[in-house]
């Protein structure tokens, strides 16, 4: 997949794409069946598959108290772009400039003379210009005018259920720690990863190593404990997590602590994936070591039966 970071300005070679436009935040079932729908045509009719995002995401740009609002990194959505067989990806920077933008010209300017689109693939929902003015039935007026196709993906709703696939949804589910919910409506588990660093080394005395990771820039899950499974250097390792501030031994930052089960490696400075499986409880501050101590041998065995029953 070939990734161009653009802005109004940029120049895009010749290419008659087919293209879906969105934030695709999670890139959850819904958008999935958008871009099999995208990738399957484009093969068929011998084009390249686009994908047309934004960043910032539109809603932080406007509003800089939705911090933590994404579901997922850019790293992340582009990395599943191309699992997902897309052969362009144009991350566009969202300003001033481009929220000002009325709907005809987002089309004319953008999606006509810049991207040279030959079909258009959106959502039912899908809105565009500025104060999100534009909709599907303005783009079908316009699509005609510009010629181009476009396709309107239907409402797609979950099984055995009236609600529709939504990262609103799931962003409500990450934070109420309802990690089953969240991985129904992803086709995966949500994850977190990052560098591991060295912490107080309290753990490791109580026998219990963990590996810690600060807290990336994107969604916080619901503080506490949760089973969890990781993966580093291409190998799956099962284990359990605590997402919180360590409330016990006075810890003043978050942090998201990793216990891996029959692993004992040094990994301190390298890269690891955290996959969130199953909350086990919140966080607590207990009045002693010890309480805590026994506590913690109880979530591993709660994690290691939850692991044993997958």
């Known amino acids: 997949m070939k990734i161009h970071y653009i802005n109004l300005n940029s120049k895009i070679d010749g290419y008659l794409f087919h293209l879906a436009v969105g934030n695709f935040d999670g890139i959850h079932i819904g958008h999935q069946n958008i871009i099999s ?72 300017k953008i999606i006509v003379q810049q991207l040279k689109v030959e079909k258009l693939i959106v959502g039912y929902d899908f809105h565009f210009g500025k104060d999100r003015k534009g909709d599907t039935k303005l783009l079908l007026d316009l699509s005609k005018i510009h010629g181009f196709t476009t396709e309107i993906v239907k409402p797609i709703y979950q099984p055995n259920s009236k609600k529709l696939y939504s990262s609103t949804l799931i962003r409500e589910a990450i934070r109420l720690g309802q990690m089953e919910k969240v991985c129904s409506l992803l086709g995966r588990p949500w994850s977190m990863d990052g560098t591991v660093i060295k912490g107080d080394q309290r753990a490791r005395k109580m026998n219990f190593p963990t590996a810690n990771i600060l807290p990336h820039n994107e969604i916080y899950p619901l503080k506490g404990v949760y089973a969890v499974k990781t993966k580093f250097e291409g190998k799956n390792y099962t284990g359990i997590a605590n997402f919180g501030e360590r409330p016990t ?55 290691r039966d939850y692991h044993l029953r997958k």
């Open 249 to 303: 031994v006075e810890g003043e930052k978050l942090l998201l602590e990793v216990h891996l089960f029959d692993f004992n490696k040094d990994i301190y400075g390298k890269h690891l994936t955290v996959e969130f499986l199953t909350f086990i409880r919140s966080e607590k501050k207990f009045e002693t070591f010890d309480l805590l101590f026994e506590q913690i041998k109880r979530d591993i065995q709660i994690a």
């Open 37 to 108: 729908s995208l990738v399957k045509e484009a093969k068929k009719q011998k084009k390249f598959s686009a994908i047309l995002s934004f960043h910032p995401h539109p809603r932080q740009f406007f509003s800089k108290e939705l911090d933590r609002y994404q579901i997922l990194s850019e790293e992340k959505k582009q990395k599943i772009f191309k699992s997902l067989g897309i052969d362009h990806y144009f991350c566009l920077q969202f300003d001033k400039t481009l929220s000002n933008l009325s709907p005809m010209d987002f089309i004319s």
